[in-house]
């Protein structure tokens, strides 16, 4: 089963969660902050009493113009700059409480969401691009920032001031405020539909930053092949179709944006203007103030700002679901599994009985009834041609692809038994697409769990890789950035350094996928006798073409469309006059050595 089969069940089973699951799911994050949350609802509860005390204020003004009662003057002017100060000071506490929850659970979410990233199984990543994956940590976790932030912000702030509103209008007439509410029904029919019709945009929006991103990313690293071979066409082609997807479905959710608010305008628009008629009528009015009934249109009147900025909040809480679903689909992908309950302290021999694997989600056997002993301490070569299973092989010793049929022993134990911690602990691996990260030399070698090592160790191990030749004409030496992926260095280099890491790490099995086939000739050789030091003692899998290589191994296991076809030492193969000696024939017409 493939990883997106894996994961098609939550996948579909998210589709069918309410949209208020999966809110109700990402407020979680902020449920140990609700002392900050219950700071926000007062804030800005002060601030919905500020809106309400306004009204009452206009009420009393009215009144005292009209009784002629000029001596409140005092009062009045007091009041108003009361009554801004206080809406200024529950706004600001109201304001900062949320943006601080809100910053708290993007951290949180954006944190968790990578940690998951880097336990999830390799075909997760077949099946998932880097742009994607990008998209959902950048564009994805600022959207669930909008729908925890600036949503609840305007919940509490004008959701409050609505209550505050209404409370007033309820204290001056029940009646009135009655008829102005009965429009309430209608405004919530219609915030309910463009709702799903803004959640299903919003996904579609996401997906296609995704696919914006894959665009620019792949273009971006590839930029000389895209130059080379004539590619700046397609590939402004392929951006600007996923651009313009962007910009359509972008355009579609603004639509519905645009007409719910109108709509839901007009709906109090109508509710006033009936207000205004039934309110005329003596047996409404009552004994209703001429402020009172003033006051009573403008809190009318002021709800109107309020509860559009409310349907707005729609469309941002859409945008976050959305966005939150696909986060949680990641969060709920099935990581590597780790049911191994032994260390592997010591590492002996290492034995593939019967081994068959192919690939999640597809039905062709990669590898087929491979049998092979690696002893401990020797080298074992492996060879073939390109797509015979050589680094499929490889890779099951780490664990980077599980599910194979067969038998993958060391020590006369199952692989799966150890802990996949104690397992790569003991390995080193060296391939020929070499991985460094934006840092110096000396970050590279010393990487990860051997981010402590002395400097002493750092410069033994890059002299035994012999990448002091190099470092030594550089300004900063061992402490020169090598920039993005080590984009500042050339591919012998950055395989050189990539040695240094293996030789500082010290590991009982050393895995060389193609580990010099960046270097020239003259600088193989060097690494050659740096590799012959390190391999030494050491159980090795090499995979390799260039006879150099492969010529001193222990044991020579020659591959064809997943299956051992012949075995043994250089002399033994050459003997058998088969597939090896066939390949040594070849490659010494070619070699220029």
């Not at 996923?242 to 645009?258: D, E, G, H, P, R």
């Not at 056997?365 to 401990?376: E, H, S």
Request: charged share 20%; with cysteine; aromatic share 8%.
């Amino acid at each position: 089963m493939s990883a997106h089969e894996q994961n098609s069940p939550s996948v579909s089973g998210a589709s069918e969660i309410s949209a208020w699951q999966i809110y109700r799911r990402l407020l979680g994050y902020a449920k140990h902050l609700w002392p900050v949350f219950l700071v926000c609802f007062i804030g800005f509860a002060i601030y919905g009493a500020g809106q309400a005390l306004s009204a009452k204020w206009l009420e009393m003004v009215v009144d005292t113009v009209q009784k002629g009662a000029y001596d409140q003057r005092y009062f009045l002017a007091s009041a108003v700059l009361g009554i801004f100060v206080l809406r200024g000071v529950g706004a600001f506490i109201g304001n900062y409480s949320i943006a601080y929850v809100g910053r708290e659970v993007i951290h949180r979410l954006r944190t968790q969401v990578f940690e998951q990233l880097l336990l999830l199984p390799s075909q997760y990543y077949s099946h998932h691009s880097s742009g994607e994956l990008l998209a959902k940590l950048t564009y994805n976790v600022e959207q669930v920032t909008e729908s925890v932030t600036n949503a609840i912000k305007v919940l509490f702030r004008e959701g409050l001031t609505v209550v505050g509103l209404l409370g007033y209008m309820f204290y001056l007439n029940w009646k009135l405020t009655l008829i102005f509410v009965a429009a309430g029904p209608l405004i919530g029919l219609v915030v309910s539909m463009a709702a799903r019709r803004m959640r299903k945009l919003s996904k579609r929006i996401q997906e296609s930053v995704g696919d914006i991103t894959e665009a620019a990313s792949e273009s971006i690293k590839g930029y000389q092949v895209v130059r080379i071979f004539g590619g700046t066409e397609a590939e402004k082609q392929r951006f600007e179709t996923a651009s313009i997807k962007n910009k359509q479905q972008f355009m579609k959710l603004v639509v519905t944006k645009s007409l719910n608010t109108p709509i839901i305008q007009m709906l109090v628009a109508l509710a006033l203007s009936m207000l205004l008629f039934l309110a005329m009528h003596p047996d409404v009015m009552g004994t209703m103030s001429t402020g009172g009934f003033v006051a009573f249109l403008t809190a009318a009147g002021m709800i109107t700002k309020p509860l559009r900025l409310l349907t707005d909040v729609t469309s941002i809480v859409q945008k976050g679901i959305a966005a939150a679903e696909s986060l949680f689909e990641v969060l709920d992908a099935t990581v590597e599994e780790d049911t191994g309950a032994r260390v592997l302290d010591e590492v002996g021999e290492i034995e593939f009985r019967h081994l068959g694997f192919a690939y999640p989600g597809t039905d062709k056997q990669v590898l087929q009834d491979i049998c092979l002993r690696l002893p401990p301490g020797k080298t074992v070569a492996l060879v073939g041609r390109s797509g015979s299973g050589k680094t499929t092989l490889a890779s099951l010793l780490p664990r980077f692809n599980d599910g194979w049929s067969g038998d993958l022993l060391i020590n006369g134990e199952p692989l799966e038994s150890f802990t996949l911690e104690s397992l790569r602990s003991n390995i080193s691996l060296v391939n020929q697409n070499v991985v460094l990260f934006n840092g110096t030399i000396a970050e590279n070698i010393a990487y990860g769990s051997m981010a402590g090592a002395s400097e002493t160790a750092i410069l033994a191990a890059a002299e035994a890789a012999h990448v002091m030749e190099f470092v030594e004409r550089l300004p900063d030496g061992l402490h020169t950035r090598v920039g993005e992926n080590g984009v500042l260095l050339s591919g012998g280099q950055r395989q050189r350094i990539a040695i240094a890491r293996a030789i500082l790490n010290d590991a009982p099995i050393l895995i060389l996928d193609e580990a010099t086939s960046a270097l020239d000739t003259t600088s193989e050789r060097h690494i050659q006798e740096a590799l012959e030091g390190v391999m030494r003692g050491r159980t090795t899998l090499v995979i390799a073409h260039r006879l150099s290589t492969i010529e001193k191994a222990d044991i020579i296991v020659v591959m064809d469309n997943g299956r051992i076809v012949e075995q043994g030492s250089h002399s033994e193969l050459l003997e058998q006059q088969g597939a090896y000696a066939q390949f040594h024939i070849l490659q010494t017409d070619t070699d220029p050595s």
